[in-house]
């Protein structure tokens, strides 16, 4: 312990005071630490190692955390799968466009695929115009350029650019004279009937990899000098200054530009311009070595999703004698990496929700004769069976979920402690859900207090132990109380979760399992 | 010359073989280029050097292009005017939102403080929701983020980020966790009558720049180290390992992420986060000294345009004693730049036309009683006159422009030769101009041939000098050379312009001067 940075540890204090618990940003300036900040004293407790600062401060780590290796963004080659063209013998990462849309699992399997191949290929998108907007919203938004929020590429009578001609295209990157380069591309084709025209990819990565370890005093070059991408028409002056391939601290790759129609004058030394033009050349061979190139024929339906900072895109020259034409847009690696995260995270959550229907949900219910699962799963049954609207099914399912997450457990409640599971409950479940599923959680306890208070005999009808614990959590409420409540936005969602409350108490009763429910709390996290 | 390196040269070859002259835009790849490319000869020759290369190819190259000297594409240290806040004593770069829509001029100040400085007020903009949006409309295109189209700061109840509550934020660049970062951010005042909520920015090249000079160590760690940004709410999550201080190849401070809020765990060796932490700390005192913090305060029709990979933006801690509602977004610099430099070239092609108005155009007009100055003003006047669109207006104005710029002069039409003025004209007005003004520019030929041949009488009416270049230009056209002719989309325009053409050549008419016509063509090269 005496090697932990301390100014490292303690910027990563996950205490509430130095960080929200919401979003994980921290609540203190890096200045706002004393300086000699030491460590006073450390003890390893329950799998933490508990701190006590110079300063006073206490902050609790977990010791798997403190080990944790070092991850990535995603975005180098620590983080890919670099490839060759004979990778995809059996096909390329492609799925159906409605399979996407209705699985999250799908939708995963091809994000994830760009982010680690660098493209997929969704089949069926409906060819019409702007489609390829939608798919962009899928997963992030649309970047608009000079060229506008989508591009046709077909034959255009006067081009001001190589896309919109029938012309050859070599291995290139877009937009190169883009500084932020949108870093994602999607081609959608609505039409391709012409001969020629096929589509091709080579991945950038591979090929600068591949110069570093042929020759790395080129590779140093290609990394070290920022060449500049020009591109002028009417309304449109574009200049960027950067490498081929850009390198990360750590020396990993992490960017490739390639487009020889947009570099414009580099200027240094003679000794610079040549190593560098010798080292370009060297790297643009590489890119054209047949095994490199994967090469795929866009249908109408189809649209290509890539990588717009690893992958060079190329085209094949074809034939007026059919219509061709593509659909296209940019967008960002950053928000697709943002839904693929968040996608896993979902599924994370429905699996541990899933387990503690299994698992701790089997166990006793607070002297009820039902376990917690067949409870909170006959509460849910109730609200289906009432018709109730989704989310409200949800909440019924879910409404007691902070007794397995509360700081304390449902023992000491019945011991004469109020553990709020209440509010527990709802916190727990608003990384995913939205205020429809967490409030009525959240107010369910709040509703007994409440109906005991304004609703004659509805007392009599609690059972045993929840009579017992409605001393514990504060009795009927007064007229006030009550008054207070019923103005709350989600009280009578409340209400009607509590009456499934009740009611799911029936010892033996049969109900669907916890799968039934899972695609209705899937739908709810979007 | 023997020092010239051979692929550089070539590469830059401006001939319309190799590259588009529309938009500059190469047409051969680097390794169309044969290996072992040499010049076989070189000649200077007036102001040019004529290259005839190895593989019989020909290129020409003006020699002030060889000679010029290495610039920027404006992001980095070295196009900036680093500051302290002491420089602003007279006031912070700003101009009136009126003035900035109606005058290039000021719109282009606005622009080039953001890009030198690193940012401009607009005062008086109109205090709307969704107003913000204008603005970057005005300039660039919206960056959408998960924050929305555009975001509102202002206390709300559930804040995801500080942001949205009432305490002070100390100076830090926006969205770190993004990559592609959002490199500019507005923020458009609504309302600000609270206590506090005054504004701050901080040159974080400035500060960079004086890291590097007290503590080189501490700088260059500081570059080198990607750090783990990170956001995450309920449907978010963001991470990019960038460094606090990135340089290009050069060494050249070219942006700077500085948000200690969405810093996650580095990893690394106790050594290694030892030295992050210490330069990280030295390098967050320094943005808080006291003679970087530039404090001002927006108010309600106010709006900040910045450089967020460069300023820190900060506001003090306000008390809810009155409203505060901001409107910002994000938008991009390499669009910004784009418009700033379209700007400064239309004003240079409006000086440049001026210039051949004043010059040049004071010469003789092809053995006409008037000069071509007199010529052309003479007929934008009658097209004025006649209350005909702006568009024809300049047509009328420029449409023998192309006297001055054709390969062949005026002189050379007189002796038999056909210069195809009328092409060379709007092809080089295509360059600011579109087809609404020069196509009548390149059919007010045509258009003469096409009125000789339609029109009982037209042909008489023609100068001396006119009538002699009609048969150079081919005399009056055939029935189906005329039925063509009036098919094509501008052939009306073409007929309008070429009748105030015919008028415009009496000696002594008094007329309005170039510059009572340049503010026409400034809006038409929108």
Redesign the interface.
């Known amino acids: 312990m005496s ?3 301390p ?2 540890l303690r ?2 204090c996950p205490c509430a005071e130095c960080r ?1 618990p ?10 706002d ?1 004393p300086d000699e900040l030491t460590i006073a004293a450390g003890t390893e407790l329950d799998g933490n190692l508990e701190v006590l600062w110079s300063d006073g401060h206490r902050s609790r780590y977990p010791l798997e ?1 403190l080990t ?9 080659e620590a983080d890919k799968r670099l490839w060759v063209a004979a990778d995809f013998r059996r096909g390329v990462p492609e799925a159906d466009w409605e399979t996407y849309l209705g699985d999250p699992a799908e939708q995963a399997a091809v994000l994830a695929a760009v982010r680690r191949s660098g493209f997929a290929v969704l089949r069926g998108v409906p060819a019409l115009e702007r489609q390829v907007l939608r798919v962009a919203e899928s997963f992030g ?6 060229y506008g929020e989508l591009f046709d590429v077909r034959v255009e009578p006067d081009p ?3 896309a919109f001609t029938s012309a050859a295209i ?1 291995p290139h990157t877009d937009n190169p ?5 949108p ?1 994602l591309q999607l081609l959608h084709c609505l039409e391709n009937s012409a001969t020629g025209g096929d589509s091709g990819l080579v991945d950038g990565f591979r090929a600068a990899a591949i110069l570093r370890a042929e020759s790395p005093a080129d590779f140093a070059v290609l ?4 060449v ?1 991408f ?12 950067r ?1 081929l391939i850009e390198v ?3 020396g990993r790759i992490r960017e490739v530009r390639f487009n ?9 030394s ?1 000794e610079e ?2 190593a ?3 080292a ?2 060297r790297f ?2 590489i890119t ?1 070595r047949p095994e490199l190139q994967l090469a795929f024929r866009l249908d109408r339906g189809d649209c290509l999703v890539f990588d717009n900072t690893r992958l060079l895109h190329a085209r094949t020259a074809f034939r007026q004698d059919g219509g061709r034409h593509l659909q296209g847009c940019y967008a ?4 697709l ?2 839904t693929l ?2 996608l896993h ?1 979902r599924t994370a959550a429905l699996d541990a929700i899933a387990e503690l229907f299994a698992g701790e949900g089997a166990g006793e219910y607070l002297g009820e004769a039902v376990t917690m699962a067949e409870h909170m799963l006959q509460a849910a049954a109730a609200a289906e069976a009432a018709g109730a609207p989704e989310h409200l099914v949800a909440a019924a399912l879910l409404h007691d979920v902070g007794h397995f997450h509360g700081a304390l457990h449902g023992r000491d409640l019945m011991e004469g402690q109020d553990n709020r599971h209440s509010d527990t409950g709802a916190d727990w479940l ?5 205020p429809e599923v967490t409030e009525p959680v959240r107010l369910h306890v709040a509703a007994k207090r409440y109906l005991c208070a304004v609703e004659p005999g509805y007392r009599e009808r609690l059972s045993e132990a929840s009579e017992y614990t409605l001393a514990v959590q504060g009795g009927p409420m007064d007229d006030r109380q009550a008054a207070a409540f019923a103005e709350l936005p989600g009280a009578a969602d409340a209400v009607a979760v509590r009456r499934w409350d009740e009611q799911a108490k029936v010892a033996g009763a049969a109900t669907p399992g916890f799968d039934h429910f899972r695609p209705l709390l899937a739908a709810l996290m979007n």
Do not use: C, H, M
């Open positions: 090697e932990l940075p100014y490292w910027d990563n929200d919401r979003n994980g940003q921290k609540l203190f300036q890096i200045n630490l955390w944790a290796e070092r991850d990535g963004d995603g975005r180098t938004y649309v970047r608009v350029t000079n001001n650019n190589l070599a004279y883009r500084d932020p380069v870093t990394t070290r000098t920022p500049p020009v591109f002028r028409d009417r309304r449109t002056e574009l200049r960027a200054d490498p990360d601290g750590l020889n129609r947009s570099i414009g004058t580099l200027r240094g003679a311009l040549t560098f033009y010798a370009y050349r643009a061979a054209l960002d690696l950053d928000s990496a943002s995260t968040v995270r608003a990384q995913w859900f939205g």
